[in-house]
């Protein structure tokens, strides 16, 4: 499927950084966090080095909020941190602090919550990752300690927060949501860059939750990189309860694979052998499972599995791909499995670097934004964010 549409951005809607090199824009979520029943932004800069109060802080990273009622977005030029309704700051203890961000599931009398990666996180002198709730209340600045529970990784340098997800009830069965995070260069059993991606029940989690005693550990294989991407989209296999999908880019020589371990999960030593469902990727350097989301794209009611391949080489050119995967995902799956294949004609595009679902018209399925940052236009490396219409796709 040739890709349908492209989103060029303007200043008539721009949201900018506030500092060389602080890489807003990193992430980016969307929902109404105020509950006002708009939907508002939130904007991660995991590179900027600022710390409310202090100097000489590198890399401590912000959290920008704007609350939907409150902005003019007919004003061209915004700056993120003269306009922001709320920030959230990283610290010399909580560095790249939202690398990854998500807005948590809503529920019953709770507002929502934001969860945010922070894979720099320190425990005492060393770099250990982790991830962060935070509540919906009003913030102006906050520091990034005052949370309502973190995840800690019990192993340095494994990056844990590299991704987040908390929209899937995926351990309890009780109707909280719970956070999952991933951490690619985690090591297991001595075997470098396994990954880990581990899941905390929201309904019990307080304070510093460490890895450890997490209600559910997956660990990959040698160079695996499992939990660059985490997803908890609901109920993708069809039995009623919440999945968890792991992405593992780096496997079998960077083709890559997906893991699909049906709900409610748990286990402390889980490994990809476990998996109830797997789709690997096409070919090697493709990097299949590096980004993943989840909507229902066809109204069937089941939700459909969006994976992104930002390095895949097809004929000479390094293009990227998206695939869409519908239908329960149940055994083993190829990449040929896909409903739907995006490919662009742009030479390093990069598609599926990024990919997200939402409804950005009034029909009952989900639409498809694909991200490719390496895409060129007029000899210069400008990105691109391609649009796929539920209107538009098969």
Sequence with gaps: VNLPSQLYLDDNFTLMGNAASEFAGTDVALGDYDGDGLDDIVLSAPYASFVEGATGATHTGIVYIFHNSSQDWDQPGYTATTYADAKLYGGPAAGDLGT??????AEPGV???LAVGIPL????????GGACVYESDAWGARSWEAVEYCVVSASEESWLGWDVDALGDVVGGDGVSDLVAGGPFASYLAQGE???AVVVDGSVASDKVSTADAAARIYGSSSDELGSAVLSPG????????DLVVGAPGRDTVRGSVFVFSGPVSGTSLAVTGATGRIDGAQVTDRFGDALAGGDTDADGQVDLVVGAPQAIRGSASVGEAYVFRGAIVGAWSADDAGLLFEAGHLDGGVGYAVATGHLDDDDRADILLGAPWSYDDGFQTGRLYVGMSEDLP
């Design 100 to 105: 990854s961000i998500a807005l948590v599931g």
């Design 121 to 128: 996180l320190r425990k005492g002198s060393s770099e250990v």
């Design 111 to 113: 507002g929502r919550r």
């Design 235 to 242: 109920d993708i296999d069809g039995d009623g309860y919440d």
């Design 194 to 196: 396994s990954g880990l």
